[in-house]
């Protein structure tokens, strides 16, 4: 994809006029039949991140994930060849689910050498062959070769785990020139996380607009800043360094903010004690891949560099922070007004104590300032929802909200149209 630079008088949305600059209209995150074929449309058909390889390092490490939107769950297992792969998590025999604890349909995570079903104890072994069937003589021409977990398309990029319901193309290809241009970046010298889940009752396309521009954040969290630095935002708005969009992803990349600040007075007391808040450890950490940093990774070479943020369409958005550490969420629908939101932070393991506070710090700032994000939600869904306005107008810093609602319709429209045939 080419790297536009914004003029002085010109528009980023007017590099992409397929986009056009009408209004809105917000009835696809409001609508229940509208969700009932996004669930196939879009999350059936794409390739969706469902975790990291560090989750499961040895043979036999395994985790489940549950997808409300396909009314279904799948387990995710490293096997005896090293090879990830994804299995529906049903047992062919009665179609119990296949791992779970206590509570069926919460998720879990652990290790086997085999996994055998709670209820009668049909076992398969880590690369899904059926390998014992309780009393197999009292069953008629089984041929236990014909009974193996069925399996999800699964690959593996740069450590994160994606799956596919029904693919239309591989991986590689789904991710297109842009996202693949983040390879190298030392995702696996981070493995140092710090997660949050929440229910949010949204639809997931909201919360995903609500990261997706910067446009709020001089208003919406002035008050995490000390007073003169949040009336300087104020006083000057906010302006990204570069947007892109390359097929159904796209990325906002902005300047640094206060990693570390130019001036000390700038931040609170905390944070000069630990070198660390919002944007991270103010120290870099000592790895190799920090310096020369992939392609797509500040496009704009900009010397005021401090994060990208990509939007991997759908559901998962990937952020890179200039200190050396990343961040991710998932947005995962569970109807047309609700979605369950997970985000990580992911830093290299502390060498000392200070380095673990900063890491801690940064992990409940960046929690303080999604509470605000998400806090607007619920009541954005309850008046879309009423319909008294339907269509809104958005600015040429909101290009990735115009973006991925557009994708969305064509998607959707695409669906219609094959099932019209």
């Not at 699964?154 to 193309?169: A, H, K, R, T």
């Not at 500040?298 to 990937?318: C, E």
């Not at 050396?324 to 007004?337: D, E, I, R, S």
């Not at 932070?345 to 900063?358: G, S, T």
């Amino acid at each position: 994809m080419p790297h536009f630079a914004k003029p002085a008088e010109g528009s980023w949305t007017a590099h992409y006029p397929a986009l056009g600059t009408a209004p809105i209209d917000y009835n696809d995150s409001i609508d229940p039949a509208y969700y009932e074929k996004e669930r196939v449309a879009v999350f059936r058909r794409s390739w969706l991140n469902v975790g990291r390889t560090e989750r499961i390092p040895r043979t036999g490490n395994y985790f489940t994930k549950e997808l409300v939107f396909a009314g279904t769950s799948v387990v995710v297992v490293r096997g005896p060849d090293a090879k990830v792969r994804a299995f529906y998590n049903i047992c062919r025999h009665r179609g119990n689910k296949l791992v779970w604890n206590d509570f069926p349909n919460e998720e879990t995570s652990g290790t086997c050498r085999q996994f055998t079903c709670k209820y009668h104890a049909w076992r398969y072994d880590l690369t899904g062959k059926l390998t014992f069937v309780q009393q197999e003589g009292e069953f008629f021409d089984l041929d236990k070769a014909d009974y193996g977990l069925k399996e999800v398309a699964c690959e593996v990029w740069e450590g994160f785990i994606f799956i596919n319901l029904d693919p239309q193309q591989t991986l590689e290809e789904y991710l297109g020139p842009m996202v693949r241009g983040i390879a190298g970046y030392p995702f696996h010298e981070m493995t140092e996380v710090y997660s949050y889940r929440a229910e949010i009752g949204s639809n997931w396309k909201l919360f995903i607009d609500a990261f997706a521009e910067f446009y709020h954040a001089p208003v919406l969290h002035q008050k995490q800043a000390v007073k003169e630095e949040a009336d300087k935002l104020i006083g000057f708005g906010f302006e990204a360094l570069h947007y892109e969009l390359d097929g159904p992803h796209s990325m906002v990349s902005s300047w640094g903010g206060m990693a570390p600040p130019k001036d000390i007075n700038m931040v609170k007391p905390i944070e000069r004690v630990l070198r660390s808040g919002l944007f991270g450890p103010w120290d870099p950490p000592d790895i190799e891949g920090l310096d020369a940093l992939p392609p797509s990774v500040n496009p704009a070479q900009s010397r005021s560099w401090g994060i990208d943020s990509f939007v991997i369409y759908p559901n998962f958005m990937l952020l890179v922070w200039a200190p050396g550490w990343y961040l991710t969420y998932h947005y995962w629908p569970t109807a047309v007004n609700k979605h369950v939101f997970e985000a990580s932070l992911y830093f290299v393991p502390p060498r000392n104590a200070r380095e673990r506070l900063a890491q801690e710090l940064a992990a409940v700032t960046f929690k303080e300032y999604a509470l605000q994000d998400g806090n607007t939600l619920e009541a954005t869904q309850t008046m879309i929802a009423s319909r008294a306005v339907t269509e809104f107008p958005l600015c040429d810093q909101e290009i990735l909200l115009r973006h991925l609602h557009k994708v969305t319709h064509d998607r959707v429209k695409e669906y219609e149209n094959a099932a019209a045939r």
